[in-house]
T-cell receptor
């Protein structure tokens, strides 16, 4: 069965600093990978997705992620964090047979002024 | 992007009663909808997969008689929590997929259920 690991439960960065959120996955075939963001009490918003092709994926709000097959990773990055980026971030892998998503445990991002 | 509307956003009910949560795809036809549950400060756990016109497929450990799922049309799926108990209090989120592959899942805004 597929699985997703987000090693960092909680990260705090200063506004304007760069950000990298880690994600490692386990999946037997070529993975479909996603990053979602969740604000408190809200649903999930898609930041970016990887299905195939270019391993560096650009998303919304200035986020990008890089798929590294050799490391089974799909880390999320942003060069300069804004206070409004404070939220919970989830990495997910799709079970392409059932089309359901398996989520990581999430990383809570705090942004200091 | 496509819009998925989930209603209600919050509900409080008494123990023993039933609660229905609706999930609608507003601008597309969703052949498959999913129901997830999220406990505080935890991740989303898949409860069931719902295909239009057929019975839902439940994940291991999810009681199908307690969490009734109906997917009567390509734009509507409902989750009914029957005989609710305080331990059913949670955040429930639905998502909907287009039939095409290589497309993302769209999520509703979630329903906070509190059973008192």
């Amino acid at each position: 069965a597929q699985s997703v690991t987000q090693p960092d439960i909680h990260i705090t960065v200063s506004e304007g600093a760069s950000l990298e959120l880690r994600c490692n996955y386990s999946y037997g075939a070529t993975p479909y990978l996603f990053w979602y963001v969740q604000s408190p009490g809200q649903g999930l918003q898609l930041l970016l997705k990887y299905f195939s092709g270019d391993t560096l994926v650009q998303g919304i709000k200035g986020f990008e992620a890089e798929f590294k097959r050799s490391q089974s990773s799909f880390n999320l990055r942003k060069p300069s964090v804004h206070w409004s980026d404070a939220a919970e971030y989830f990495c997910a892998v799709e079970d392409t047979g059932r089309r359901a998503l398996t989520f990581g445990s999430g990383t809570r991002l705090q942004v200091q002024p | 992007g496509a819009v998925v509307s989930q209603h209600p956003s919050r509900v409080i009910c008494k123990s023993g009663t039933s609660v229905k949560i609706e999930c609608r795809s507003l601008d597309f036809q969703a052949t498959t909808m999913f129901w997830y549950r999220q406990f505080p400060k935890q991740s989303l756990m898949l409860m069931a997969t719902s295909n239009e016109g057929s019975k839902a497929t439940y994940e291991q450990g999810v009681e199908k008689d307690k969490f009734l799922i109906n997917h009567a049309s390509l734009t509507l799926s409902t989750l009914t929590v029957t005989s609710a108990h305080p331990e059913d209090s949670s955040f429930y989120i639905c998502s909907a997929r287009l039939w095409q592959s290589n497309t993302e899942a769209f999520f509703g805004q979630g329903t906070r259920l509190t059973v008192v």
